[in-house]
């Protein structure tokens, strides 16, 4: 079994029970939290928690969300008549996530975290990405 909580808006207390018990499961089972462009809110304590709390390389899935989620860093730039594209928020949702990674551990970069996530679609829904390994190994 496998489930994508899409636009994970829950606690980090909620985020890692569930990420403990699926974990912890004698079951072949696997939860993936999404992420979206509300970690990049300044006013979302909630998402930078889950940010912090959530290890790039596992269980986590950057996507594009609400239509009317649009990075908070692109709605500074381009104003209120801004508009959500996957082109332009992936990358400042895994900036947001990549803000929020512990201190005291070694940081992720965006450009990481990133390829991390896009690994971890092709896990939660095999074959979405067929012919594009080269761009998950970093190869041209």
Known sequence: LKVHLSCWTGTPAHMNQLLQEYSNSSQR???WIGMDATVTFSKAPLSHECAFDIHPTHNLVLETGRPGTIPSTITRAL????????GYSIPWIAHGVAAQQPQHTTKS?????????????????????????????GTD
């Open 79 to 86: 104003g209120r008549d801004a508009f959500g594209h996957a």
């Open 109 to 137: 970069s965006a450009q990481a975290i990133a390829r991390a996530a896009s690994a971890n679609v092709t896990v939660m829904y095999p074959g979405i990405l067929q012919g594009r390994r080269s761009l998950l190994e």
């Open 29 to 31: 089972r696997q939860v």
